[in-house]
């Protein structure tokens, strides 16, 4: 698979997307290895280091496959990736919420950490990605999904509000705000640590 | 990188309407970033493969029960039009009475029969 799938390590998103339309496993492959690290960003981004994200971003990649006939190109191929791996966590977190709220319990608890062994992680590593991981964690879904955004994908506010379709105002406030809240609650974790 | 260097990245990064690229590649180098685990692309062209062979099959056993009920429709269709030619032939007529085999017989007889008197 890997030898065939070469032959498209040059290939454009749209001569990709052709070809995985015409059945072509190798090109959708590659497609999936092309943008992975960027649908981990976000899934895991908003879920958590978890099995569970793990399974959505498959779940992502299925939903492209299954909707790659529609993609007409309109949008760039990554920002149309990107727009199912959110409405999909998104769908899973409000689904989270639901099951949570039938057991009395609260908001924070939304987010079920079973952390995927990485024995490549030095403990430096680990610890940056727990800050990050608590961070994001502790944020709301509306906040965190714009921060997650910014500071995992590295996406200007311009792109977030296009990936979202909110407008830019929206995203600059809800930055601000996460901004806020992240503030507090490193702040509040700096005191606890020391 | 400490904690504290990773939380005041985190807090500089929300500034300005781009984020610093310096700072997003620290963060990235001490470790806050996410990927999945081996064998996922694999693990996905599985996924889509095997959902590939459900559909097939489904898709499958739809077409051959159409297929039957198409013969059977039509095996039916032509019993009712044969039944109707040998009603019209034998009776002469093709009516609700013809069709009970009734045309012939008056109200008496019916109930003689019915009663068996």
Same mark, same amino acid.
């Given at each position: 698979m890997q030898k065939h799938a070469n032959k498209y390590k040059e290939a454009d998103d749209s001569e990709l997307v052709k070809a995985a339309i015409e059945g072509d496993s190798n090109a959708f492959g590659e497609i999936v290895n092309r943008y992975r690290q960027m649908v981990a960003r976000t899934v895991k981004g908003m879920l958590?280091? $978890?099995?569970?994200?793990?399974?959505?971003?498959?779940?992502?990649?299925?939903?492209?496959?299954?909707?790659?006939s529609?993609?007409?190109?309109?949008?760039?191929?990554? $920002?149309?990736?990107?727009?199912?791996?959110?409405?999909? $966590?998104?769908?899973?977190?409000?689904?989270?919420k639901r099951f949570f709220s039938m057991f009395s319990r609260t908001d924070d608890d939304e987010v079920i950490e079973y952390n995927v062994a990485d024995d490549s992680d030095n403990e430096g590593k680990r610890d940056a990605r727990e800050v990050v991981n608590k961070a994001l964690m502790s944020l709301e879904p509306k906040f965190r999904i714009v921060v997650a955004m910014r500071m995992l994908q590295g996406y200007s506010t311009k792109e977030t509000a296009e990936i979202l379709k909110l407008p830019v105002g929206t995203v600059l406030s809800r930055l601000a705000r996460g901004q806020e809240q992240l503030k507090n609650i490193l702040k509040a974790r700096r005191y606890e640590n020391q | 990188m400490k904690t504290n260097e990773v939380k005041d990245i985190i807090i500089r990064l929300m500034e300005g309407d781009e984020p610093d690229e310096g700072?997003?590649?620290?963060?990235? &180098?001490?470790?806050?970033?996410? !990927? *999945?685990? &081996?064998? *996922?692309?694999?693990?996905?062209?599985? !996924?889509?493969?095997?959902?590939a062979i459900v559909i097939n099959r489904e898709s499958e056993f739809l077409r051959s029960f159409s297929n039957v009920f198409y013969r059977i429709a039509l095996t039916g269709i032509a019993a009712i039009i044969f039944l109707l030619i040998s009603i019209y032939i034998s009776q002469g007529t093709i009516s609700f009475d013809s069709f009970l085999g009734l045309t012939d017989a008056n109200n008496e007889s019916i109930i003689s029969v019915l009663t068996e008197n």
């Open positions: 958590g280091d $978890t099995v569970f994200a793990e399974d959505l971003g498959q779940e992502v990649f299925i939903n492209l496959y299954n909707s790659l529609g993609f007409r190109g309109e949008a760039k191929l990554s $920002t149309y990736i990107q727009r199912i791996a959110v409405n999909l $966590t998104l769908n899973e977190i409000k689904r989270r | 700072l997003l590649l620290k963060l990235r &180098e001490a470790g806050a970033d996410y !990927s *999945f685990s &081996e064998g *996922f692309t694999d693990r996905v062209l599985a !996924s889509i493969n095997k959902t």
